[in-house]
């Protein structure tokens, strides 16, 4: 579940070095620490820490991109099943559509390595596939994603959707506003849908990126309660995050 937060990271990293020349083939890497795992608004390590890390290929001259991504992650084992790191590979195409509209289109599989999920009772297989398009404009995007398989477990979910709305305004040279609000539809199981939403902040300080953000959901304490201890995966709270690209 690859963050905004290093979308936003690769980004302010860029804009100090926007006059430099662009290679038509770029590899990157990225890494991070965080105080809490947070994806959709729902804590997947339990309301703790994890580490992250990425890579990324970009074709500049036709837009196509490749990439990979991890986090440790706590919610499968508590869920009772088998696995410890959350892999994302994805792969799909930018472009410009017109001055200042940009696309971006592509498939991403979320792979949760020996889950086993689909041996615990009201499980299916952690394992999902989704489809996402986005449109961005100036500092502003829209992006729905659509699952083609079951979505992280729920059963006889696939088709389930979520729209991401947001912005990462520039407010000085390394200084950004990250603002998002986002709406999960779980196809089947109206009680595990809900609305999450972010208010943050990011600064580039050229060694490392520092990200301070307060994170909410409205999701039901009782469908995103963790199996280990009882507490709500929801919960409005304050999430910092350290990450550099190189």
């Not at 992250?52 to 837009?63: E, F, H, I, P, R």
């Not at 991109?65 to 009772?80: P, R």
């Amino acid at each position: 579940m690859k963050k905004l937060i290093l979308a936003v990271a690769a980004m302010t990293s860029g804009f100090a070095y926007a006059d430099a020349p662009v290679p038509d083939n770029q590899v990157s890497f990225n890494a991070a620490a965080t105080s809490d795992y947070r994806y959709r608004g729902i804590s997947q390590t339990r309301l703790n820490p994890a580490l992250q890390g990425g890579v990324d290929y970009t074709n500049n001259q036709t837009g196509l991109y490749v990439g990979a991504w991890a986090s440790t992650i706590k919610w499968i084992k508590d869920a009772g099943g088998d696995s410890n790191i959350e892999l994302d590979i994805y792969g799909g195409k930018r472009g410009n559509i017109s001055d200042g509209l940009t696309y971006d289109v592509g498939v991403l599989t979320y792979v949760y390595a020996g889950n086993d999920m689909g041996r615990v009772t009201g499980f299916a297989n952690a394992n999902t596939t989704e489809l996402y398009g986005q449109l961005s404009y100036g500092p502003a995007y829209i992006k729905y994603s659509s699952s083609v398989t079951n979505l992280f477990g729920f059963v006889d979910s696939k088709n389930s959707g979520y729209l991401d709305l947001g912005a990462n305004v520039t407010l000085s040279e390394g200084l950004t506003l990250n603002l998002h609000a986002g709406h999960q539809t779980v196809e089947n199981n109206s009680a595990s849908s809900y609305d999450d939403w972010k208010l943050g902040i990011t600064k580039d300080f050229g060694v490392v990126i520092a990200a301070v953000a307060v994170i909410g959901t409205n999701a039901d304490k009782s469908a995103y309660a963790s199996p280990a201890n009882g507490k709500f995966m929801g919960k409005n709270a304050l999430v910092a995050t350290l990450s550099k690209t190189f």
